[in-house]
């Protein structure tokens, strides 16, 4: 059955006419009979049966990263071995916390600095590189603790500090260019 609103047709005013086209995405949208049915919860429901999967998922992600590191110091530091280290942080960065573990979203974020912002690649220290790596598998490894939101939150000052003096060195012929770049908080409030 065809309503009133799928119809086309003109309205006529005095100065002006408006057509009004057939809307053929109306027959594509389904409409929720049930008015009790909220899509919030189904997609939380399906977050929760999914839940258990996330630690394995967090250790994939883990060893990904783990991995991108073996790879510059086995290749060094060239487009793809940097491309790998940067998209496994940056993955990490954005499906932490989904995956329950939020502590290690800034260490990712400082880790993706470090490699966004660094003029020259091969002039970031292994170690920092290392030290970034090593701290996102003990905030994962560590998770249960009762300690673990301060653990995380020392380790991610610490990087930081590190990483924002490094770059503001290397970066200091290029006025301007971290401009803005250390004004979010280095690590999230503690409830």
Partial sequence: M??????????????????????????????????????????????????SEFADWMMKECDRLDAARDGIKQHGFNKATIAELFHSAHDLKGDAATFGYPLTTPVARSLCMLLEYSPKHERIPLLLIDQHVDAVRAIVREHSRPDVQQLANRLTVKLTEVVQHFLIHENRHRPGHLDGLFDAPLVPDSD
């Fill in 2 to 51: 065809m309503r009133d609103d799928d119809r086309p047709g003109v309205l006529t005013f005095a100065d002006h006419e408006i057509i009004k086209p057939v809307n053929k995405l109306a027959k594509a949208i389904s409409r929720v009979s049930l008015p009790d049915d909220d899509p919030v919860a189904r997609a939380e429901a399906a977050m929760e049966k999914l839940s």
